[in-house]
């Protein structure tokens, strides 16, 4: 489009070109057929799943990191028989980590410090790959695991409260840390500290922009309480509350989670889906139904832009994708996998994984989708 000589500027979600005389469409935008609008490009709401169970009884996954799609992190408990008791006399190994290579899954059972002493397969609660080479976990006894150029080490962390839930951070010097009691830990690279934050709800989900300028944590309790803080300022504040399950007095009421995608918050309520504008304080409501009829709740919002978003439910049968213009129920894996739950999931390279464990325990669940 060339630019109009009277206005001398271009229409919404355009730029001018470098040569100053024409306008070209943003990222993720085209022009019409007029060349008078750039419109949001479309994603394909198909994917190819593959079903992967580890372990037997009572095992389970608590988060997944993506970092290619043949370098995949869980972490979790996942439990094998040891018909010959050579691990540790119960008939039972336990490994609290798995790596996908795009073969196959690897069990680990790491080892992780704890306030008495070194602990082999506790419980691991969070996964974060900064990049291939520096992965962080943080397991049920209080310490961090960190695999950093091909060496494993793990640290008690004394500046966090209660167990940590998630891990999110722009790089390995800026890392957060959430969980229990409303606590957040920050990592600046050498040390840790505890941030003062205005909740002891349960912190379940830590992100952010990829400058980390804006960052933002979410958590809810079974009871109606829930909670988005944002960070300003190097404090944390309230950005919505709510203490009941239903909208009375104001049009979010129980709040499920929420996720950054570019400058927008979304947040997704037992009622409806929003976006919320981080730099106009605009908000509007993408989904009018009430979301608990076709999830139950929602766990993660996952994204790799505005085109191509991700409501990710409690269940393994039944997921959300925006697509920039449509919204698409996944039914795909209705009759393949029981209810769930899932406990989280990430998104990357048109890969999308999601964990938990089918039917409350019989075993782990990986689900992995591929864009077609």
Known sequence: MILDADTCAC???SHLSEDEESCECDSLYHWNSGMTACVLDTTSHDFVWSIDTLGIHLSFINDVSIINENDIWVVGQITLTDP??????SGREEFNAAHWDGQEWELLHLISETITGPYIGAEIMAVYAVTPDDVWMYTSGGAYIRYFNGIWSSE???????????????????????GTNGSITHYDGSSFSLMSTPTNIPLLNVFGSKDGEDVFASGRTDLGESIVLSLQDHEWQVLFLSEVHDTTGGNFGHIYTAGLVGDTLHVATAYNLHKYNINTGEDMILFTEDTRFYFGAFVQIVSQGSNDIMYCGEGFNTQLHFNGVTFNFNYSLENRLGPGPVKSADYKDNIIVMVGDENAG???IVVRGKRT
């Open 84 to 89: 010959d008791s050579s691990y540790n006399n």
């Open 362 to 364: 019989s075993h782990a």
């Open 11 to 13: 229409v919404p979600n």
């Open 156 to 178: 008690v962390i004394y500046d966090a409260v209660g167990g940590i839930l998630d891990i999110w951070g722009p790089s390995a010097d800026d890392l957060y840390f959430v």
